[in-house]
């Protein structure tokens, strides 16, 4: 029996506890006496902690011990982590996870909706394996440390693209069918060129804006592949604006949402608000330099790790405040297109009525 330890997200452990065999597998607090360790963290600062910290997996970790990382971050830090788990005798393994369609409900419930990049020495991800399949239907084995979350990051670029482009298109022919000067018998469907369109302009029609998988997760992706850009100074424009776009969201209320909750932004204020966003706390939240008390029944968040099962739960602390030390969401991982005393809304009025 492999005894393993987890730190991250608590949906995605109990996910793990649940898929592996407990005739093989076992969940321990007992780091030093642990075969493997898996991370799943949304927090690159926690992810650092997880790993590099007094307490943390390097320094506790038996000699010939597993470290599989499921976190998307970026190809330098991986490396980080790579070379001083080496240095400690560990076998370290990332293992980035995609989920495929992310407007299903359940997105993790079907393994095949789910797939990992992968890369490590290939003895370490052979005993990895189980692990890893607990939650990929497949993976991809992409070679030496830092290129699976290279790959990792290039997706993320295009299906943001994806995702986002067809909010917008939403967005378009909703308000050109509403306005007072459309032609009557105005044709409202749009053919969708790629299956991420095509999907998101359905869950956006049957109003499907929760799900296992959240803009918190998203916005952690999009996130870690700024930073990845910004290690080598490289300006993605396009990223940048859909990660603002993102925490706007997150902080009228919808950081809980699933992804094609992003439609609501270029709704009216009444259509937000039937789904329980309050464009009130972007205000708020923005004039006070992105430090507002949202309280802990809005949505407000603990670092997103420990925060429950990532369908709506609420963490512990009232201030949903994505400053890069709790969130890693911050000034620091933005890059340097990040102004504190602007904030992010400058640019997005023009969306909607707000």
């Known amino acids: 029996m492999k005894r393993y330890v987890f730190e991250g997200n608590e949906f995605i452990g109990k996910l793990?506890?649940?898929?592996?065999?407990?005739?093989?597998?076992?969940?321990?607090?007992?780091?030093?006496?642990?075969?493997?360790?898996?991370?799943?963290?949304?927090?690159?600062?926690?992810?650092e902690d997880a790993y590099f910290d007094t307490d943390g997996f390097v320094q506790r970790m038996k000699p010939g011990a597993i470290l599989v990382d499921f976190s998307s971050t970026t190809p330098s830090l991986a490396r980080e982590i790579s070379a001083m788990a080496e240095v400690s005798d560990l076998l370290p393994v990332e293992a980035p996870i995609v989920v495929k369609d992310t407007t299903v409900k359940d997105a993790f419930a079907d393994r095949a909706n789910v797939s990992?990049?992968?890369?490590?020495a290939k003895d370490a991800v052979d005993e990895a394996r189980p692990v890893i399949e607990a939650l990929a239907g497949a993976f991809e084995y992409r070679g030496e440390s830092g290129s699976a979350q290279l790959a990792r990051a290039a997706y993320t670029i295009q299906q943001t693209a994806q995702l986002l482009a067809a909010v917008e298109v939403d967005s378009l022919v909703h308000e050109t069918c509403r306005s007072v000067t459309s032609v009557a018998h105005l044709d409202d469907h749009i053919d969708a060129l790629t299956p991420t369109v095509e999907k998101t302009l359905?869950?956006?029609?049957?109003?499907?804006?929760?799900?296992?998988?959240?803009?918190e997760m998203?916005?952690?992706?999009?996130?870690?592949?700024?930073?990845?850009?910004?290690?080598?100074?490289?300006?993605?424009?396009?990223l940048e604006s859909s990660l603002h776009l993102l925490e706007i969201l997150a902080v009228?209320?919808?950081?809980?949402?699933?992804?094609?909750?992003?439609?609501?932004?270029?709704?009216?204020?009444?259509?937000?608000?039937?789904?329980g966003l309050d464009w009130a706390r972007a205000e708020e939240y923005y004039r006070n330099g992105g430090n507002a008390s949202?309280?802990?029944?809005?949505h407000a968040h603990d670092g997103g790790d420990d925060a429950g099962d990532g369908a709506g739960s609420?963490?512990?602390?009232?201030?949903?405040?994505?400053?890069?030390?709790?969130?890693?969401?911050?000034?620091?991982?933005?890059?340097?297109?990040?102004?504190?005393?602007?904030?992010?809304l400058g640019g997005f009025g023009g969306y909607s009525s707000n």
């Open 16 to 47: 793990l506890e649940e898929r592996l065999p407990s005739s093989e597998w076992t969940l321990t607090d007992d780091v030093e006496g642990a075969d493997v360790a898996v991370t799943y963290c949304i927090s690159q600062t926690k992810l």
């Open 202 to 215: 359905k869950a956006v029609a049957d109003e499907r804006f929760s799900g296992t998988y959240t803009i």
């Open 314 to 344: 609420a963490g512990s602390d009232d201030v949903i405040g994505y400053d890069g030390a709790d969130q890693g969401y911050g000034p620091d991982d933005f890059g340097d297109d990040y102004d504190d005393d602007d904030g992010y």
């Open 116 to 120: 990992a990049f992968v890369a490590g």
């Open 294 to 298: 949202m309280g802990a029944h809005e």
């Open 218 to 238: 998203f916005m952690a992706e999009v996130s870690a592949a700024l930073t990845a850009a910004d290690d080598i100074d490289l300006i993605l424009p396009q």
């Open 252 to 275: 009228i209320g919808g950081v809980d949402m699933a992804p094609a909750a992003l439609s609501l932004l270029y709704r009216d204020e009444e259509a937000a608000a039937n789904h």
